[in-house]
């Protein structure tokens, strides 16, 4: 895009929505990705005639949907915990389905900052640079809660590999 | 990356991503923030893209004229909060297929000129007194809208229509009878035109 034009909002839901999908389902879950979702693309087409020309869109979408997903697992702290055991199926209530339930336990177990190191940097492609200024704190801090992350995954999911991770 | 091919690293599937599109624009819609609904339709003269405000049916464009060009237009000139939204074209969809069809000689749509603007405008306002199947020169367009010597600047008003089709800018043609210049080309003037006359 040359200087000074914006592009229609319907371009950045094409060519970043996927991703954006991808990485709430890291920070949230399945189920409560789609919601993560529509709050995050609502927020930013609210906000789009703002964004400077020369902005990074994804970027900024994933600091959009970093917030939104602090919401929501704010909202499900207030909820009061399931009663009984917890089933093996999906039932509505954020348990992501079984096939992807033993690497998202594995996700879900890790402390904040490096469940969103792990979605910024490994599933939007985000410089450890934008990512510390999303999560606060230094670019070291960043690139160190990414790599802890990664470290944790692969002991508590053995079927983990970092294949074509970005530099 | 790779952590597992099913969950972080593998495309959203397309039948999430595309209902999760759909809820945004009904969603953009009730909070008002729809500046800019567009969808295409197929005609006899090829893929059409509609575009409407909240106060109406803004632009009408011919796949010769590059969609994805028109929509970065509409961007820059209405505002960049554009998506694709059927629902808000429904009834230009329907009159347009009716019209192609035959059976409709009046849009009964609301319109929204402001991608025009002065004498432009002001041309466009009046196109719709052209009746179906009728023709006027630019002169006679020119009288009708109160400036006879203005000749030229209709022709440059109908060439610059942003609601070709709905604003009949094909009905107006030169002083000998031959079509004049078009959007879409000479030849989408003549089939227009025919295809009023045969109704």
């Known amino acids: ?167 | 990356m790779n952590i597992s091919p099913d969950y972080f690293a593998s495309p959203a599937d397309p039948g999430t991503l595309s209902k999760l599109r759909h809820r945004l624009g009904l969603a953009a819609e009730a909070e008002g923030l729809l500046d800019v609904a567009y969808t295409t339709i197929d005609s006899p003269l090829g893929t059409l893209l509609l575009a409407a405000t909240p106060k109406g049916l803004v632009r009408v464009a011919y796949a010769v004229e590059d969609h994805d060009r028109v929509l970065c237009t509409l961007s820059q000139r209405l505002s960049p909060r554009v998506l694709r939204a059927p629902r808000r074209l429904d009834a230009a969809a329907r009159e347009l297929d009716e019209y192609f069809s035959r059976q409709r000689r009046v849009f009964d749509l609301p319109l929204d000129l402001s991608l025009s603007k002065g004498f432009r405008q002001l041309v466009q306002r009046h196109l719709p007194e052209i009746g179906y199947g009728q023709t006027r020169t630019y002169r006679q367009v020119a009288e009708l809208v109160g400036n006879p010597r203005a000749v030229r600047a209709v022709g440059t008003a109908c060439a610059t229509n942003p609601l070709p089709v709905i604003v009949p800018c094909h009905r107006v043609l030169r002083a000998d009878g031959t079509p004049g210049g078009y959007v879409a080309g000479p030849g989408a003037k003549q089939a227009l035109l025919s295809l009023e006359a045969a109704a």
């Not at chain 1, 709050?39 to 994804?58: I, Q, S, V």
Request: overall charge neutral; hydrophobic content about 40%; aromatic content about 6%.
């Open chain 1, 1 to 167: 895009m040359s200087r000074g034009m914006k592009q229609p909002f319907e371009k950045v839901v094409e060519q970043h929505g996927g991703t954006v999908l991808r990485v709430c389902r890291v920070l949230l879950g399945v189920h409560d990705a789609q919601d993560a979702w529509s709050e995050t693309f609502l927020a930013a087409m609210r906000a789009y005639p703002d964004l400077p020309d020369d902005a990074n869109a994804e970027a900024w979408l994933v600091t959009i949907a970093h917030r939104k997903a602090i919401d929501v697992l704010r909202a499900r702290k207030r909820q009061p915990a399931p009663v009984g055991d917890v089933p093996d199926v999906p039932n509505g209530l954020g348990i992501p389905d079984a096939e992807d339930g033993d690497l998202w336990q594995a996700v879900k177990a890790l402390p904040d900052k490096q469940r969103q190191a792990v979605a910024y940097h490994y599933v939007a492609g985000l410089a450890y640079a934008e990512i510390a200024g999303i999560l606060g704190g230094s670019t070291d801090a960043a690139r160190r809660a990414a790599a802890d992350g990664i470290k944790n995954l692969r002991k508590n999911y053995p079927g983990a590999t970092t294949k074509g991770a970005p530099a």
